[in-house]
């Protein structure tokens, strides 16, 4: 997103904005089985749902494109949750929400990150891999406790601080690892099209 995008207020509601990607057509391609992925990936995001809903509304934002997985079929006997139309774009959603919590380490997750929105971001170990330039920063986001490869830690995080994370997301500490990261990984501006053409100008193999 450019900086105009980051910068925009918006009058924040009690919702808890969860954005779920679709095991099926992400990770379709590096797994034999695909009801590891199913019985990880969804039951996981389920319990922590089940968990967030009875103290913080929860609006699931599923992906646009409807998977053979039908998600939104294995999310709907959870009461009281609201499942997104994709009225509103992302950052809208996102700008208007307490929080977020993400299950899988995406793009959906750095853009958060990038918005500054109090943001928990969870992978199973089993379903991710990062390589081993940016582990060392990953490993500082869990420390920070914004990246979580346990969901149940995510849920005891959030208990821990009564599901109300505006207070610890200000902290220094929070901060200085989000920006950090941002600085190193999500590059925003709001020149970015002048930038990449400048950069592709200069490129030897241009």
Request: include cysteine; hydrophobic fraction near 35%.
């Amino acid at each position: 997103p450019n900086d105009k995008i980051l910068n925009k207020n918006y009058t924040t509601e009690n919702y808890c904005l969860f954005v779920s990607h679709s095991p099926s057509y992400n990770i379709l391609s590096y797994f034999k089985n695909l009801e590891f992925i199913k019985a990880y990936s969804m039951k996981e995001s389920f319990n922590i749902i089940l968990n967030v809903i009875k103290k913080t509304p929860i609006i699931l934002r599923l992906p646009p494109l409807r998977t053979n997985w039908r998600d939104d079929e294995y999310y709907k006997p959870i009461n009281n949750l609201k499942i997104d139309e994709h009225t509103n774009n992302f950052y809208y959603m996102a700008k208007k929400a307490k929080y977020l919590i993400i299950n899988h380490f995406n793009t959906t997750a750095l853009e958060a990150l990038s918005m500054n929105k109090p943001t928990l971001i969870f992978s199973n170990k089993k379903l991710i891999e990062f390589n081993k330039k940016v582990k060392k920063d990953i490993i500082k986001l869990e420390k920070a406790k914004i990246f979580f490869y346990d969901y149940k830690n995510l849920i005891k995080f959030l208990k821990k601080n009564n599901y109300d994370l505006s207070g610890w997301w200000k902290e220094k500490r929070v901060q200085k690892v989000r920006e950090s990261f941002c600085k190193k990984y999500i590059l925003t501006s709001e020149n970015w099209e002048k930038n990449w053409i400048l950069k592709f100008t200069k490129s030897k193999h241009y």
